[in-house]
């Protein structure tokens, strides 16, 4: 099914609401809400099938402007109210929108054990390496030696890596890609909101003007450059050295694989204890 751009900005965009929008000029969370508008438009779902779940944060502006069944949560908390959503209507393709500080921080332990119950959900993070609503702190995967305004000598942690924590923890789907790769990243979108489980697509970002520009990096276009110039392909990255793969990002499909649905095993045990 073709994308009309036009088509999904009269039908999914609430016109008349919190416009112009608050995200930085360059900022890529307008280049992943349009991969989510794309993925949804193709998959033919209505506006009452979808619901958009977000925490606090830049991210946490989407579910503002766009005209699905939306929730804006507390910070960390995303995903705790999706599942209630989930658990209360199987039927509604869920999606829970998150920074890498709300989802991974803060909301650490719910993403952590949202993967291990292998809930029917779909997480998109945005990873810019920061907390750039809230003024720029670090953030968990914030690099080691990077500087904001809570590392202004340089960050002393090591950043950890949001699509092998999620791979560990037990989802069911975890795919990652840039926001340099639009078109892949509405595929990714479409594939977890398939997909039966779990399902995570990490999205590396730019956040040009808290951390770009405080660990020189440049503005929007350069940041967009440089995942150009060092993303690879899951299967490219499969023919390369640990020392090869040293700064590259590695895109596509991380895991897919078939493990039991919380949601169903959950109405198994409902069914059960009807009967008994």
């Known amino acids: 099914m073709s994308v009309s751009t036009q088509t999904i900005r009269h039908e ?3 016109h008349n609401k919190k416009f112009p929008h608050v995200w930085c000029p360059g900022c890529g969370n307008g280049i992943v809400m349009a991969a989510l508008l794309r993925a ?20 946490g502006r989407m579910p503002t402007y766009l005209d699905f069944n939306t929730l804006h949560t507390t910070h960390g908390r995303a995903l705790t109210f999706a599942t209630g959503v989930k658990l209360a209507n199987p039927a509604l393709n869920v999606v ?25 959900l779909t997480a998109i993070i945005i990873n810019n390496s920061i907390y750039g609503m809230t003024g720029g702190q670090y953030s968990p995967t914030t690099p080691f030696g990077a500087r904001s305004t809570t590392s202004v ?14 791979v ?20 990714l979108i479409e594939q977890a909101m398939h997909k039966q489980g ?12 808290q951390y770009g520009r405080r660990n020189q990096l440049g503005g929007a276009v350069d940041m967009l450059k440089s995942y150009k ?13 640990a020392e090869q793969l040293e700064g590259k990002t590695t895109i596509g499909v991380l895991t897919d694989r078939q493990l039991p649905v919380s949601t169903e095993e959950y109405e198994k045990i409902r069914l059960r204890a009807e009967q008994s």
Do not use: P, W
């Not at 949804?40 to 991210?59: H, W």
């Not at 779990?198 to 003007?209: K, L, P, Q």
């Open 153 to 166: 000598y340089g960050h002393i942690e090591q950043a950890f890596s949001i699509a092998e924590l999620a």
């Open 168 to 187: 560990t923890a037990g989802a069911s789907f975890v795919a990652r890609s840039t926001v340099y790769h639009a078109e892949l990243l509405d595929t």
């Open 229 to 241: 110039e060092n993303a690879i392909t899951v299967a490219r990255a499969a023919q390369l050295t």
């Open 96 to 120: 829970v929108v998150m920074g890498d500080g709300d989802a991974t921080a803060i909301g650490g332990n719910h993403f952590i054990h949202a993967a291990r119950r292998n809930l029917n």
């Open 12 to 14: 999914y965009l609430r």
């Open 198 to 209: 779990f399902a995570v697509v990490e999205v590396i970002s730019n956040c040009h003007v």
């Open 40 to 59: 949804i438009y193709r998959m033919e779902l209505s506006k009452d099938e979808v619901v958009l779940a977000s925490g606090i944060g830049c991210s």
